[in-house]
């Protein structure tokens, strides 16, 4: 049973700041899933293999050959804080 | 009470391809910050990762190479964590099925199992400013350059039993990957990092005890120490009546000592799934067979072949098949019908000190097979003394020529004329009428002064054998004249 506890747990793992609002809601609309996965579980899959992929392809690999990058200016662009050529990041918490 | 140490050991070795895991970016060290770097391997949305084909190369032959049973299906699992070096918040890992399971390496007639093999992506580089680690640092700045380079992590079963087996394990490992040329096994580059796994337990107990991980070693000797370290003070808690906590420790290179890293709250909790953007690989057992045709005989089958058919010491062999570039050089000479000892004994002596001295590998030396056994051959013809055919030998290490060319350019060759050796030897007794007085009165000693005097006419390239005998003889007979 999915607790208001593993709510906390889980938004903390996926860094979500939730309201205690929020958190009664997810509880609820979670178990509500985990309820239906409970369902499934009732089907007999005996000699099924897990499903690896959700398409039925293998394989799918490439050559060791260099492509340049576009460049650290360009892939820079974007970020919010970078000093001297690298990405700048807040102070990281314990 | 007795305790017994249970060892585990961890090993991320990089794979040597030119390129990352699942983008073109070079895999080069070094380089300017951020600049081997894309979309792909910056993880920014939309974007789609394509496995390198090398990779999956490199992984089964070192599966091969490790005994290890290389799965016919495998896949990939997201492993998720927050953390700034992370630049998509997981990392494209192995978890359910790893690409090789069940190995193992024998040291020192031990057998130490491996669990799995798996390939994964390395994470970024992070720099503390303000500060020599992340504490008391008010920001990080972050190099992405390593980021997607790949990855062979290799977890051995726990059951390495000391720390210098731990040690031995990690170079024959190291060895073997070198061999095959799939890491360089650079630990100074980090391309080949381990942690280790410590816990004590009363000896005769199965039950293990609870473990603690240890990491931050850069180097073979300070695995060795800081397991060393991690069991004196497990065992030093448990004789206090405390309990171990299990958790990761760092070690200090500088206190020689293990301190604990700061525990993150929400720890392991890695939520892995598969891989969604990456379809499963089947292996086709042909493509196995294929790269195992490919692989270099290893390096402990060398060894026992250097023991039993060329009957060198356990020793010797070891140091000839440490590194393959040597091994494969050992075996050309010996394949120009050497004598094994002879060549042997110039690669571990005069070589072996030579490369240290310099700090080269084998492989940038100038010499040749067909060098060394010119050399050992006169040698043995006793056309060189050893003493000019270490010099010559060092000279080869450095500049490529022909043994004999050497010897016949720089007049090297042994002064082995009997007549001409004679002549001289008579020489120095008459130069030394008073030396040989003394020595006819008794002071044997002296003799060692009439070797040296006829060395230093012939520029110590006389054949010592043959002047040893001429001194005798002459020796002999002037002490009968005077009787």
């Known amino acids: 049973m999915i607790t208001i506890k593993d709510v906390e747990h889980v938004a903390k793992l996926a860094r979500l700041a939730l309201s205690d609002e929020e958190k ?55 970020a919010p804080e970078q000093e001297n050529g690298y990405f700048r990041v807040p102070k990281i918490g314990d | 009470m007795k305790y017994e140490p249970v ?24 380089g300017n910050p951020n600049d081997h770097v894309c979309p792909v391997c910056l993880g920014m949305p939309g974007v789609l990762p394509v496995l390198n084909k090398r990779v999956v190369e490199f992984a089964i032959k070192s599966g091969i190479a490790l005994n290890c049973s290389v799965a016919h299906f495998t896949r990939f699992d997201r492993k998720n964590y927050f953390y700034p070096d992370l630049p998509k918040d997981y990392q494209i890992s192995q978890y359910s099925q790893p690409i090789c399971n069940n190995g193992h390496l024998v040291i020192g007639g031990k057998k130490i199992r491996i669990l799995r093999a798996h390939i994964e992506e390395d994470a970024g580089k992070l720099v503390h400013a303000g500060a020599a680690g992340l504490h008391g640092s008010d920001y990080s700045l972050v190099d992405f350059n390593r980021t997607g380079v790949p990855l062979l992590e290799i977890v051995s079963e726990p059951d390495i039993e ?8 990690l170079s024959e490992l190291r060895t073997i990957l070198r061999y095959i040329d799939v890491c360089d096994g650079n630990l100074e580059e980090g391309s080949f990092r381990c ?43 448990v004789e206090r009546g405390e309990r171990i906590p299990q958790e990761t420790r760092l070690w200090n290179e500088a206190t020689q000592s293990t301190y604990p890293m700061r525990s993150k709250e929400e720890a392991h909790d890695y939520r892995y799934f598969p891989e969604p953007d990456l379809p499963p690989l089947v292996i086709d057992p042909a493509w196995i067979k294929a790269l195992e045709a490919t692989l270099p005989e290893l390096p402990d089958s060398r060894r026992r072949r250097y023991m039993e058919i060329c009957h060198l010491s356990a020793d010797d062999a070891y140091v000839l098949a440490e590194s393959k570039e040597m091994s494969d050089f050992f075996d050309r000479v010996i394949a120009l019908d050497t004598p094994a000892k002879a060549a042997a004994n110039w690669l571990i002596g005069p070589t ?13 030396t100038k010499v040749t097979p067909e060098n060394l056994r010119d050399l050992v ?31 016949e350019q720089q007049g090297l060759s042994q002064v082995s004329d009997e007549t001409k050796l ?62």
């Not at chain 2, 473990?211 to 991690?230: D, G």
């Not at chain 2, 056309?383 to 010559?392: F, G, P, R």
């Not at chain 2, 060395?455 to 005998?469: R, S, T, V």
């Open chain 2, 377 to 407: 051959a006169a040698m043995n013809t006793g056309s060189l003394n050893s003493t000019t055919a270490k010099q010559i030998w060092l000279d080869l290490l450095r500049e490529p020529a022909e043994v004999s060319a050497v010897i």
């Open chain 2, 162 to 169: 000391s720390p210098e087996q731990a040690r031995l394990y």
């Open chain 2, 7 to 30: 060892i585990g050991l961890e090993v991320h070795a990089q794979l040597k391809t030119a390129t990352k895991i699942f983008c073109g970016c070079p895999t080069t060290f070094g």
């Open chain 1, 24 to 78: 009664s809601r997810y509880t609820k609309q979670l178990a509500a899933i985990i309820e239906h996965f409970n369902e499934l579980k009732a089907v007999d899959t005996t000699g099924v293999e897990p499903l690896a992929h959700a398409l039925p392809i293998t394989n799918v690999l490439r050559e060791d050959t260099l492509v340049s990058p576009p460049g650290r200016a360009l892939l820079m662009e974007n």
């Open chain 2, 352 to 364: 072996q000190a030579f490369l240290k001295e310099s700090l080269i590998d084998f492989a940038q």
């Open chain 2, 422 to 483: 004679r002549s001289i030897v008579w020489q120095v007794l008459s130069d030394n009428q008073s030396q040989l007085d003394e020595y006819l009165k008794g002071r044997t000693k002296i003799r060692q002064f009439f070797f040296g005097e006829t060395m230093k006419a012939l520029k110590g390239k006389g054949n010592p054998q043959i002047i040893n005998c001429l001194l005798d003889e002459m020796l002999a007979e002037a002490a009968s004249a005077v009787k």
């Open chain 2, 195 to 237: 942690d280790a796994n410590v816990s004590i337990r009363p000896v005769g107990q199965t039950e293990l005890g609870t473990k603690t991980e240890i990491k931050n070693m850069n180097s073979f000797r300070s695995v060795q120490r800081a397991i060393q370290s991690e069991i004196e003070r497990q065992i030093d808690l």
